[in-house]
């Protein structure tokens, strides 16, 4: 069972930087492709960033050029660091993996509430 914690929400404004960790328990983790969903209230959860075992990343249209996502093996962990976060960045943040099959694991997720 891979176990994932995110950990690094808050509330912050307009324009503030915040970054997210996810450290995940496994010791495989560092051949899992990762990433962040996040869901606001009363909208599905959707992808916002995904890195590959290898490294490379990809990013939703809306928080390119803003944000990031990084991972260091040796500590198990993924990072998002977000600037020039907006209203319309307000969500519940969860980390995701499949590891090497197609069972899906979840982060219990992490508010970032942003205000103008």
């Known amino acids: 069972q891979v176990q994932l914690v995110e950990s690094g929400g808050g509330s912050v404004k307009s324009d503030a930087s915040l970054r997210l960790a996810c450290a995940v328990s496994?010791?495989?983790?560092?051949?899992?492709?990762m990433a962040w969903y996040r869901q606001a209230p009363g909208k599905t959860r959707d992808l916002v960033a995904k890195i590959t075992a290898s490294g490379i990343t990809e990013y939703v249209s809306s928080v390119k050029g803003r944000f990031t996502i990084s991972r260091d093996n040796a500590k198990k962990t993924i990072y998002l660091q977000m600037n020039r976060v907006k209203p319309e960045d307000t969500a519940v943040y969860y980390c995701h993996t499949q590891a090497f099959g197609l069972t899906d694991y979840w982060g219990q997720g992490t508010q970032v509430t942003v205000s103008s």
């Open positions: 496994d010791s495989q983790f560092r051949f899992y492709n």
